[in-house]
């Protein structure tokens, strides 16, 4: 069972509004990721992080951003969300060894009206 | 950017019957190749995982079979029952790091009585 924990796990919002989705780990993985996944479509990856201060943009072109001030805390910030931004948001980590797994949190759904 | 063909798109099998997923892949870091599970609403949870230096993996019903030079591996779910019926995801480490997935694109299985 992996212990990384998203919130909040549902949200509303108006156009315009600044959001931030927070993920965290008490795994000490230092890779994280965020995937961002239409309902029952494929997970497409637009954030990571191999460590404290370090993120990277993902394959897939995104909006938001993200920091890593500490290893366990991953959030992902929407400065004026758009209805384009409507998706469900999965935080994952891993710890950097060849044969890890990666775990996933339970998404953050986010709808923008 | 790594191709990953996963199908079919859905599937629909009875109770007691085998069902089978395909994936495919173009080039990969050879780390390790998972299979998750992700029920509506839920994040995607780790089925199976399979390293390349061996060409199947067994864990209860769940089957993962690699076939490294043909660039495929497949999962298969043995006495298929309601409870399995869920969207499946393969994935496939990128090149260059092994620390990021690709996923194929899905696979809707419902198992019928």
């Known amino acids: 069972e992996a212990d990384i924990y998203q919130t909040p796990r549902y949200l509303v919002i108006g156009t315009g509004k600044k959001i931030t989705l927070e993920c965290s780990q008490t795994m000490g993985h230092d890779k994280m990721y965020w995937y961002q996944q239409d309902p029952g479509m494929e997970l497409h990856l637009i954030h990571y992080s191999y460590g404290v201060n370090s993120t990277e943009k993902g394959d897939l072109s995104s909006e938001s951003t993200v920091s890593r001030i500490r290893t366990e805390h991953f959030p992902l910030t929407l400065e004026s969300a758009r209805p384009s931004h409507t998706s469900q948001y999965l935080c994952?980590?891993?710890?950097?060894?060849?044969?890890?797994?990666?775990?996933f949190g339970e998404g953050s759904w986010l709808t923008v009206v | 950017q790594q191709q990953v063909k996963q199908s079919p798109q859905s599937l629909i099998v009875q109770k007691g019957g085998i069902s089978i997923i395909n994936c495919a892949y173009e080039?990969?870091?050879?780390?390790?190749f998972p299979w998750y599970q992700q029920f509506p609403g839920k994040g995607p949870a780790l089925l199976i995982a399979i390293r390349p230096d061996v060409s199947e993996k067994k864990e209860g019903r769940f089957t993962i079979s690699f076939n490294k030079s043909a660039k495929q591996f497949s999962l298969h779910i043995m006495d298929s029952q309601p409870g399995d019926s869920a969207t499946y995801f393969c994935a496939v480490p990128n090149t260059g790091t092994a620390s990021k997935l690709t996923f194929g694109t899905g696979t809707r299985l419902q198992v019928t009585l």
């Open positions: 994952a980590s891993r710890l950097g060894k060849a044969g890890n797994t990666i775990y």
């Open positions: 080039n990969t870091a050879f780390d390790y």
